[in-house]
């Protein structure tokens, strides 16, 4: 049962410098989301994905691009890192785009810039 | 906009007894979903229990039901029979037309031996 994955689960990077986090879903889901979660804080939409070929802007979107690869596949890039996005971040995706789909997320992606 | 408040940051309850995590939303949309979401201290997100605008029922799963107050906007939580592992910080969330989920700042429970 691998449902939604992310890698990595934990990185360290320096201010300025850019990585890519990856998140796949092996549950046939259409729509896909990108969240972070600040400490003592609820999770905040950076970018969603309501199917493949396509996405947009969430809450939280600066700093951030994203990349729909495939149906499967949700990579969510930092440029250019800064100490205010180290943070905790979680992929989820969807089957649908009805309100009574549930949602499931990865594990969590833990990153800190220094 | 939509808008989710838990206005209780922390709560303490005695294994074996029920208790109620309070949850208040806003929004003008007639169709809505509403979430609860567990996250223990490891840090992964478990999905609880929905309930839906239009349900008439309140939601049930397990030992976990949802009272929704559709006039009152509220959809508390309540977890019954308390368990050790219940022990986790707990996450009411709203979606509407699936395009965004707008979470709560949340609600550490703390279940008591």
């Known amino acids: 049962n691998a449902g939604v994955t992310q890698t990595p689960k934990f990185q360290v990077l320096k201010t300025g410098q850019s990585m890519t986090l990856q998140c796949a879903q092996d549950m046939n889901h259409n729509s896909m989301y990108w969240y972070r979660q600040d400490p003592g804080m609820g999770l905040r939409l950076i970018y969603y994905s309501a199917s493949e070929g396509t996405t947009d802007k969430g809450e939280v979107p600066n700093g951030y691009n994203v990349s729909r690869l495939n149906k499967r596949e949700f990579s969510l890039r930092l440029e250019s890192a800064a100490p205010s996005q180290t943070s905790v971040y979680f992929c989820a995706s969807k089957i649908g785009t009805t309100d009574g789909n549930t949602i499931y997320f990865g594990e969590g992606s833990w990153l800190t810039v220094v | 906009a939509q808008k989710i408040t838990q206005t209780q940051p922390g709560m303490f309850v005695q294994e074996k007894e029920a208790v109620t995590l309070d949850c208040t939303y806003d929004?003008?949309?007639?169709?809505?979903?509403l979430f609860w979401y567990k996250q223990p201290s490891s840090g992964e997100m478990i999905f609880l229990i929905y309930q839906g605008s239009y349900d008439e029922q309140n939601a049930t799963e397990g030992r976990y039901s949802l009272n929704f107050q559709k006039a009152r906007k509220s959809a508390n939580l309540v977890i019954s029979a308390s368990q050790l592992g219940d022990s986790a910080m707990y996450f009411c969330a709203m979606t509407r037309s699936a395009r965004q989920l707008t979470f709560g700042s949340g609600t550490q429970l703390t279940v008591l031996p």
């Open positions: 929004t003008s949309d007639q169709s809505y979903g």
